[in-house]
């Protein structure tokens, strides 16, 4: 394994880390029931992509109080 021959100088070193850093998530609000969600997804807490049902939030929590 070789060894480095020059050091990189503090700033080529902090540029470099400053792509590393993370960013916010960009998150927009569900039209359904106004949470916060990503983009392009299916909301979780209503179940609504672009004003139609995907999931049946209801089905699952009838099941989930059913398993108790």
């Known amino acids: 394994m ?3 021959k020059q050091r990189h100088t503090k ?5 470099a880390r400053a ?3 993370l960013s916010p998530q960009n998150l927009v609000t ?21 004003g139609v049902e995907v999931i049946d939030t209801m089905k699952k929590a009838n099941k989930k109080v059913a398993n108790k």
């Open 19 to 21: 792509e590393l850093k």
């Open 2 to 4: 070789s060894t480095q």
């Open 30 to 50: 569900c039209t359904k029931c106004g949470a916060q969600i990503k983009p392009h997804v299916t909301c979780p807490k209503c179940g609504f992509y672009k």
């Open 11 to 15: 700033g080529r070193r902090d540029r």
